[in-house]
């Protein structure tokens, strides 16, 4: 389902199904009545084996504002006694990563990160005129979840509704198309960053392209036709 909407208005859903919430909606924690808080295009996803929908408001911006729950990729760019310095995006203000922020982090057992280093994590606080916090585990369970260091791979800037589709729309092809082609691994972060990384060199390389391509052009039914040529001109280049 996908619906225009504004800024308070009625969020319409069932609120007897359970919902997961993404970017542009807000639930109060006092009431829990749930609200839009940008103007875009609403979709909810049709409920998944858990019976769980997806929702989110796809809205136009450029810049990235934390937000509870959001998956991000950020580069270290500090250090400090207890906790790193993290940009999710260039330009903007930065957001703070402690070293208990990690599965199994203790005093005398803590990460030891680099500057430059790039991280998978999860905004745990985002409130006015304070600075962000993510963490680079699940809080429920204490387990990693996917988060953590990012080793070798590329990282590639998109669009930020490029980012969301691609997290949230189950429907999007983009990974589809690439798994067709290569076994990779991906890290989808909501600030506008994609890392991505396969057994080799040129197949990362096939990814990146394709990836840039896609956002780029935007239009889905085009997707397979890059990826062929992209992996096709990689492959080429290889022999040669």
């Known amino acids: 389902m996908s ?3 504004f800024p308070g208005d009625s969020f319409p859903v069932d609120p007897t199904t359970p919902v997961k919430l993404g970017p542009g909606i807000y639930c ?3 009431t829990q009545e749930i609200r839009p808080v940008n103007t875009g295009v609403l979709h909810v996803s049709a409920k998944g084996k858990s019976g769980v929908q997806t929702a989110y408001i796809d809205y136009s911006s450029k810049r990235y504002i934390p937000s ?3 998956f991000v990729i950020g580069v270290i760019i500090g250090t400090f006694s207890d906790s790193y310095k993290v940009s999710l995006q260039n330009f903007s203000s930065s957001v703070s990563l402690s070293y208990m922020a990690f599965p199994n982090a ?3 057992n803590r990460p030891t990160l680099q500057v430059g280093d790039l991280v998978y994590a999860r905004v745990c606080t985002a409130e006015k005129e304070l600075e962000a ?4 585990f699940d809080s429920t369970t204490g387990r990693d979840a996917g988060f953590g260091i990012l080793e070798d791979g590329m990282i ?3 669009n930020l509704n490029f980012a969301r589709q691609l997290l949230f ?3 999007f092809p983009l990974l589809k198309v690439l798994a067709a082609h290569t076994k990779f691994e991906v890290a989808i972060g909501l600030n506008g960053k994609i890392w ?4 080799e060199l040129s197949n990362t390389l096939a990814c990146y392209r394709t990836i840039m391509e896609c956002c780029q052009k935007n239009d889905t039914a085009a997707f397979k036709d890059i990826a062929k040529r992209q992996f096709k001109e990689i492959l080429t280049v290889k022999e040669e």
């Open 3 to 5: 619906t225009f909407i």
């Open 28 to 30: 109060d924690p006092n």
């Open 68 to 70: 509870v729950n959001d």
């Open 106 to 108: 203790s005093k005398k």
């Open 133 to 136: 916090e993510i963490e680079c």
């Open 156 to 158: 590639i800037d998109v």
């Open 169 to 171: 729309n189950n429907d």
């Open 196 to 199: 991505v990384k396969c057994e």
